[in-house]
């Protein structure tokens, strides 16, 4: 297998020891998401766990976000999957949703009960805007972190760089669908590579 | 709305506008709030625009998948039932088309086309992921402190092992004493 983009040592990864164990981890890694569980899912899963490369985990969520669903629950099906089956994807995906739902709903019953007593929520109200802030900036943390395997990509960096500031620009400035930008810009560029991977192939074909 | 109401037919209501909207959710559960609106409460009257407007604020701060906002939804709308069977609606349908198709790929990992998939799409995947952050980033105008922590939160999430969780204590202590 050709090897698209430098991988990191994958002989130093570890893996999860039980089901029990695969849940546990989801439902640490849901409770800690506040604002997303995309900036957690990535400390946790790459960093301290070590069950998968940066490089898996941006290959994962590529395939994540093009489906419908949310892309974390696809995400930890994914994960799940490839550890122990549609058992595993069904328990993290069991973890991922659990324990956050269960703590949401105490949570919204408890604001129903408290919501006129004094200022609570006024306070409450401006500690979810903190939070809120504190989401933004880890969501942006975690991408300028996920950009790195990008520099021994097959396309090159500047043309990613170029690609994702097109994708960004089409989000945040243009407004487009979700759905347009994966089908205009997203085939085109998996074209792209697909001829570029293709004519490599073949050269080294031909070389040997 | 009581807890433990019992209510089958908002229940059947719910589920059947959820199990509708699954497959449309590419992007997630939340490019659909303005489709949700309309069906849940415009057309059917189960909930009103604050209760509407408060489950996605609260989903969003709150720990765990942003798709949660949907069970606070059915909570509003038919108490623990209506969350539960909520859920079950909008994920059976995508879980089901995720699995099969990431199945069907991760046993073609050596096909050309997935591979070029695999790599084409990450350039894409980190621009859509840095919108997504953009959009939740505080207005320059309105808040400048806030959009000065998320900054700070940026770099610290990206440049050292700080705890994610403490972040997020200290901006909601921040944010709750009215300095951000």
Redesign the interface.
């Known amino acids: 297998?050709?090897d698209?983009?430098a991988t990191t040592d994958e002989a130093s990864l570890d893996r999860p020891r039980s089901l029990w164990h695969l849940f546990v981890a989801f439902s640490a890694l849901?409770?800690?998401?506040?604002?997303?569980?995309?900036?957690?899912a990535q400390?946790e899963l790459c960093?301290r766990r070590r069950w998968l490369t940066p490089q898996d985990f941006?290959?994962l969520?590529?395939?994540?976000?093009?489906?419908?669903?949310?892309?974390?629950?696809?995400l930890s099906?994914?994960i799940g999957?490839?550890f122990f089956g549609?058992r595993g994807?069904l328990v993290a995906?069991a973890g991922?949703?659990a324990?956050?739902?269960a703590?949401?709903?105490i949570?919204?019953?408890l604001?129903g009960e408290v919501a006129n007593v004094g200022h609570a929520r006024e306070?409450?109200q401006?500690?979810?805007?903190?939070?809120?802030?504190?989401?933004?900036?880890?969501?942006?943390?975690?991408?300028?972190?996920?950009?790195a395997?990008?520099k021994d990509?097959?396309?090159g960096w500047p043309?990613?760089?170029a690609?994702?500031?097109?994708?960004?620009g089409m989000?945040?400035w243009l407004h487009w669908?979700?759905?347009w930008?994966?089908l205009g810009?997203?085939s085109g560029?998996?074209?792209?590579?697909?001829a570029l991977?293709?004519r490599r192939?073949s050269s080294k074909g031909s070389a040997a | 709305m009581t807890p433990l109401m019992w209510s089958p037919d908002i229940w059947w209501t719910l589920f059947g506008h959820f199990l509708a909207l699954s497959l449309m959710s590419i992007g997630g559960a939340i490019t659909l709030v303005p489709d949700m609106h309309r069906r849940l409460v415009t057309d059917a009257g189960l909930l009103n625009d604050t209760d509407f407007t408060s489950a996605i604020a609260l989903a969003q701060a709150a720990p765990g998948p942003n798709v949660l906002f949907v069970a606070l939804m059915g909570w509003y709308s038919g108490g623990l039932g209506g969350a539960v069977i909520s859920m079950v609606g909008i994920m059976l349908p995508s879980t089901t088309l995720a699995l099969a198709v990431s199945r069907w790929v991760s046993t073609r990992r050596h096909w050309l086309s997935v591979q070029a998939f695999q790599a084409g799409m990450i350039p894409v995947t980190i621009g859509l992921l840095l919108a997504t952050g953009w959009h939740l980033t505080p207005p320059i105008q309105t808040q400048p402190k806030a959009l000065l922590l998320s900054a700070v939160i940026a770099l610290l999430v990206w440049r050292t092992k700080a705890s994610l969780i403490w972040l997020v204590a200290a901006g909601a202590m921040l944010g709750g004493l009215g300095l951000v």
């Open positions: 297998m050709p698209i983009i849901a409770m800690q998401g506040f604002g997303g569980v995309i900036a957690v400390r960093e941006v290959e969520l590529s395939g994540a976000q093009v489906l419908p669903g949310p892309n974390v629950c696809n099906l994914m999957d490839r549609w994807a995906l991922m949703i324990a956050p739902m703590l949401m709903l949570l919204a019953w604001l306070v409450i401006h500690a979810l805007s903190g939070i809120a802030a504190v989401a933004a900036g880890q969501i942006i943390g975690t991408v300028l972190k996920l950009a395997p990008v990509h097959v396309l043309v990613c760089v690609l994702a500031s097109l994708a960004f989000m945040a669908p979700l759905v930008v994966l810009l997203g560029t998996c074209i792209g590579t697909y991977l293709r192939a």
